[in-house]
């Protein structure tokens, strides 16, 4: 017989309070997800009241496996513990959860166990779930960010920009971060519970999740694929045909979604810009506040000397020592307990797969600060990123006899306008000084010596500055355009120099891979005292074409030697050519779950018919990714028009952004902005008149 007198206990979690309360609600509105170090109410009911003289327990499990169990005191005590109050309301109990401002993030599964006074236990309710975040509000959060109006920023906003191109040109490419998409949380989650440490040893992993170094320095690990099950997998170079090539993503929901639902198969195909992206919607969904960084004419500087080392003859000595032209990282803010005081704030971590870190890819997390002061020991690999912003770079020329002799060395080019989105909008801020001293200062030379770097040197090579001035000159060309660059030879000395003037165009990636040479001239010429020669080198579409990279850059390199004097002396530039726009129409209102039409319209600049076009469009809380195929060939200055439905997910300021690829033009972006409202309420009419 069953005892009709137990009772049965049911539990309303009471999500869509809770999770608007805690900032979650874009995350979902039936689960119940809430942040660490503020409490939640959730209310229990009997089918008959409970007697006065039970009481109740509460248990969390967290860990695929139930791990950790840990039992809820019933009242505030000592030390930062889980508690619980209760207060009773008509015929239900309602209980307030306090978490402690440390606990570890995860999936929790709750238990609730009603009591006898002889501890017996009479009823039970369990598989109860619930998600815990971090928590930068929480003033006992490590991650909590004092300045609070930067975090409709750094973890709510799901669009930005990433700054590429050229340190002298600078663009911005619209992302899609996307971080309270459907089910991005659980990726988040699915991505540290693949990680090499939670493979290994599951238990310590969940308990060492209350550590935001530990859990970034994870998904910086995580979100490449080298020697573990990660996201991304990266390529430099075409072909990328068995995947995305880097420069068609738009975004990072996609990729997560993809890696999830092939059982965490590498996503192909990733290059900094994308990698730093992912991590940065990863960091933001758990809770760290986070911004991408774009450091320009940064160097790579593989055996740790602080110096990139090139050839004269344009080729660089040590293959694995480069600079790019742009890379990208992230930086999340936290508090360092493991490290002395002073460390605090931004952290740059850098997910793209570079050198290993304690035996895996990954960068980070590294005080900003470490590096503006130079304290290259504290962890993690201070003195990688340091080199990223302030190496020097040597050109050397080789002798008859293979010796090897300094040209030049450049200490200020490499590190230069390193940029992140403004929390004030859609501009770019400058971060520079964060990360360094002002170039030339007294304290900037402190900082060299104690990293250990060689200050003193001359400029170039010899201590008597030599009479000849080089200059590289160009506009801003138009990719599909033919165009002049301009190389100048000026002489400061008092006599004619004989000069011979070696000019080299190349494609180039963003990441300095040569793809090929675009034309190459040696001439000999007489400069004449005190003035200068001009030499226009002509650059034809058909020439560059063939080689060009997908991030479209000429580097033009020239070198003039002039008879009597030992050095020669170099100029580069890297040209980037500017892409056409994408023209994004979207008329009328946008409302909540109503349709909306985009019109989106492209016209080919190119001398040459484009195959193969086709757009991609995605947007956070509007529509999941989408493609749309053009027939046939674009021709040369064609209008080419494509319309797009869908209705808007979710209401607030939104982002559609649109890529176009095709054979010979790529990576051309469009982004249009839309207000998604409320649906307007029917309209009841008021009576009045009564009294």
């Given at each position: 017989m069953a005892n009709h007198h137990r009772p049965v206990v049911d539990v309303d979690l009471r999500s869509r309070e809770n999770n608007l309360a805690h900032r979650t609600r874009e995350i979902d509105g039936e689960r119940l997800i809430v942040r660490r170090g503020h409490p939640f109410s959730i209310a229990v009911q009997g089918s008959d009241s409970l007697p006065p003289e039970h009481h109740l327990e509460l248990v969390l499990h967290l860990g695929k496996r139930d791990e950790v169990v840990i039992k809820l005191q019933g009242e505030r005590g000592a030390g930062n513990r889980w508690w619980f109050n209760q207060q009773g309301a008509?015929?239900?109990?309602?209980?307030?959860?306090?978490?402690?401002?440390?606990?570890?993030?995860?999936?929790?599964?709750?238990?609730?166990?009603?009591?006898?006074?002889?501890?017996?236990?009479?009823?039970?309710?369990?598989?109860?779930?619930?998600?815990?975040?971090?928590?930068?509000?929480?003033?006992?959060?490590?991650?909590?960010?004092?300045?609070?109006?930067?975090?409709?920023?750094?973890?709510?906003?799901?669009?930005?920009?990433?700054?590429?191109?050229?340190?002298?040109?600078?663009?911005?490419?619209?992302?899609?971060?996307?971080?309270?998409?459907?089910?991005?949380?659980?990726?988040?989650?699915?991505?540290?519970?693949?990680?090499?440490?939670?493979?290994?040893?599951?238990?310590?992993?969940?308990?060492?999740?209350?550590?935001?170094?530990?859990?970034?320095?994870?998904?910086?690990?995580?979100?490449n694929a080298n020697g573990d099950r990660g996201v991304l997998a990266g390529r430099w170079q075409p072909p990328y045909s068995d995947g995305v090539a880097p420069h068609r993503w738009t975004g990072s929901v996609p990729i997560l979604r993809e890696?999830?639902?092939?059982?965490?198969?590498?996503?192909?195909?990733?290059?900094?810009?994308?990698?730093?992206?992912?991590?940065?919607?990863?960091?933001?969904?758990?809770?760290?506040?986070?911004?991408?960084?774009?450091?320009?004419?940064?160097?790579?500087?593989?055996?740790?000397?602080?110096?990139?080392d090139f050839l004269q003859n344009f080729e660089s000595t040590d293959k694995q020592d480069s600079s790019w032209n742009f890379h990208c990282w992230v930086e999340s803010w936290m508090r360092r307990d493991d490290l002395p005081e002073g460390n605090d704030g931004w952290q740059v971590l850098d997910p793209t797969p570079q050198e290993r870190s304690d035996g895996e890819f990954r960068c980070g997390p590294c005080p900003?600060?470490?590096?503006?002061?130079?304290?290259?020991?504290?962890?993690?690999?201070?003195?990688?990123?340091?080199?990223?912003?302030?190496?020097?770079?040597?050109?050397?020329?080789?002798?008859?006899?293979?010796?090897?002799?300094?040209?030049?060395?450049?200490?200020?080019?490499?590190?230069?306008?390193?940029?992140?989105?403004s929390v004030y909008g859609d501009v770019r801020e400058d971060v520079t000084l964060l990360y360094k001293h002002p170039e030339g200062s007294e304290k900037e030379r402190e900082v060299y010596e104690k990293a250990g770097r060689r200050v003193t040197e001359p400029t170039n090579g010899s201590a008597e500055p030599g009479r000849l001035r080089l200059r590289v000159k160009h506009a801003r060309p138009v990719f599909g355009t033919d165009f002049d660059v301009i190389t100048e030879v000026e002489n400061e000395g008092g006599e004619d120099a004989q000069v011979q003037l070696t000019l080299l165009a190349m494609a180039v990636t963003y990441n300095s891979l040569h793809r090929g040479e675009c034309?190459?001239?040696?001439?000999?010429?007489?400069?004449?005292?005190?003035?200068?020669?001009?030499?226009?080198?002509?650059?034809?579409?058909?020439?560059?074409?063939?080689?060009?990279?997908?991030?479209?850059?000429?580097?033009?390199?020239?070198?003039?030697?002039?008879?009597?004097?030992?050095?020669?002396?170099?100029?580069?530039?890297?040209?980037?050519?500017?892409?056409?726009?994408?023209?994004?129409?979207?008329?009328?209102?946008?409302?909540?779950?109503?349709?909306?039409?985009?019109?989106?319209?492209?016209?080919?600049?190119?001398?040459?018919?484009?195959?193969?076009?086709?757009?991609?469009?995605?947007?956070?809380?509007?529509?999941?990714?989408?493609?749309?195929?053009?027939?046939?060939?674009?021709?040369?200055?064609?209008?080419?028009?494509?319309?797009?439905?869908?209705?808007?997910?979710?209401?607030?300021?939104?982002?559609?952004?649109?890529?176009?690829?095709?054979?010979?033009?790529?990576?051309?972006?469009?982004?249009?902005?839309?207000?998604?409202?409320?649906?307007?309420?029917?309209?009841i009419p008021v009576i009045t008149g009564f009294d």
């Amino acid at each position: 017989m069953a005892n009709h007198h137990r009772p049965v206990v049911d539990v309303d979690l009471r999500s869509r309070e809770n999770n608007l309360a805690h900032r979650t609600r874009e995350i979902d509105g039936e689960r119940l997800i809430v942040r660490r170090g503020h409490p939640f109410s959730i209310a229990v009911q009997g089918s008959d009241s409970l007697p006065p003289e039970h009481h109740l327990e509460l248990v969390l499990h967290l860990g695929k496996r139930d791990e950790v169990v840990i039992k809820l005191q019933g009242e505030r005590g000592a030390g930062n513990r889980w508690w619980f109050n209760q207060q009773g309301a008509q015929d239900e109990l309602l209980l307030t959860l306090h978490s402690p401002a440390d606990a570890a993030i995860g999936q929790y599964r709750l238990a609730v166990l009603v009591m006898s006074p002889d501890g017996q236990m009479v009823a039970k309710k369990d598989g109860i779930s619930f998600h815990l975040l971090f928590n930068p509000w929480c003033k006992g959060d490590a991650v909590h960010l004092p300045d609070e109006s930067l975090l409709p920023e750094y973890i709510m906003n799901e669009d930005g920009l990433i700054y590429t191109g050229t340190w002298d040109h600078i663009s911005s490419t619209p992302w899609n971060y996307g971080q309270f998409e459907d089910f991005v949380m659980d990726v988040c989650f699915e991505v540290l519970d693949n990680s090499e440490d939670a493979l290994k040893n599951s238990k310590m992993d969940v308990e060492r999740r209350s550590d935001p170094v530990y859990v970034s320095r994870t998904i910086t690990a995580m979100v490449n694929a080298n020697g573990d099950r990660g996201v991304l997998a990266g390529r430099w170079q075409p072909p990328y045909s068995d995947g995305v090539a880097p420069h068609r993503w738009t975004g990072s929901v996609p990729i997560l979604r993809e890696w999830s639902q092939a059982g965490t198969r590498a996503v192909r195909y990733g290059q900094c810009w994308v990698f730093a992206a992912v991590a940065c919607t990863v960091l933001r969904c758990l809770g760290i506040p986070t911004r991408l960084i774009t450091n320009f004419s940064s160097a790579h500087d593989v055996d740790g000397n602080l110096s990139i080392d090139f050839l004269q003859n344009f080729e660089s000595t040590d293959k694995q020592d480069s600079s790019w032209n742009f890379h990208c990282w992230v930086e999340s803010w936290m508090r360092r307990d493991d490290l002395p005081e002073g460390n605090d704030g931004w952290q740059v971590l850098d997910p793209t797969p570079q050198e290993r870190s304690d035996g895996e890819f990954r960068c980070g997390p590294c005080p900003v600060t470490a590096i503006k002061e130079g304290n290259l020991g504290v962890k993690y690999d201070a003195a990688f990123i340091f080199a990223e912003v302030n190496a020097d770079i040597i050109y050397w020329r080789v002798r008859a006899d293979g010796r090897r002799e300094k040209i030049s060395v450049d200490q200020r080019s490499v590190g230069r306008n390193i940029s992140t989105k403004s929390v004030y909008g859609d501009v770019r801020e400058d971060v520079t000084l964060l990360y360094k001293h002002p170039e030339g200062s007294e304290k900037e030379r402190e900082v060299y010596e104690k990293a250990g770097r060689r200050v003193t040197e001359p400029t170039n090579g010899s201590a008597e500055p030599g009479r000849l001035r080089l200059r590289v000159k160009h506009a801003r060309p138009v990719f599909g355009t033919d165009f002049d660059v301009i190389t100048e030879v000026e002489n400061e000395g008092g006599e004619d120099a004989q000069v011979q003037l070696t000019l080299l165009a190349m494609a180039v990636t963003y990441n300095s891979l040569h793809r090929g040479e675009c034309q190459r001239q040696m001439i000999n010429v007489t400069v004449p005292a005190q003035r200068a020669y001009k030499k226009v080198l002509r650059l034809h579409y058909e020439d560059y074409a063939k080689c060009i990279s997908e991030h479209h850059l000429i580097r033009v390199k020239a070198l003039a030697e002039a008879q009597g004097e030992d050095d020669p002396i170099m100029a580069v530039a890297d040209i980037l050519l500017s892409m056409p726009e994408l023209l994004i129409q979207l008329p009328g209102k946008a409302v909540v779950w109503q349709q909306v039409t985009a019109h989106i319209s492209f016209t080919n600049p190119l001398p040459a018919p484009l195959k193969g076009g086709v757009f991609t469009v995605e947007g956070a809380g509007l529509l999941s990714a989408a493609q749309i195929h053009v027939d046939g060939d674009i021709s040369p200055g064609q209008q080419v028009s494509v319309s797009l439905s869908f209705s808007p997910l979710r209401t607030g300021v939104r982002k559609l952004l649109v890529d176009f690829d095709s054979d010979r033009l790529r990576d051309v972006k469009g982004v249009a902005t839309l207000v998604v409202r409320k649906k307007a309420r029917n309209h009841i009419p008021v009576i009045t008149g009564f009294d």
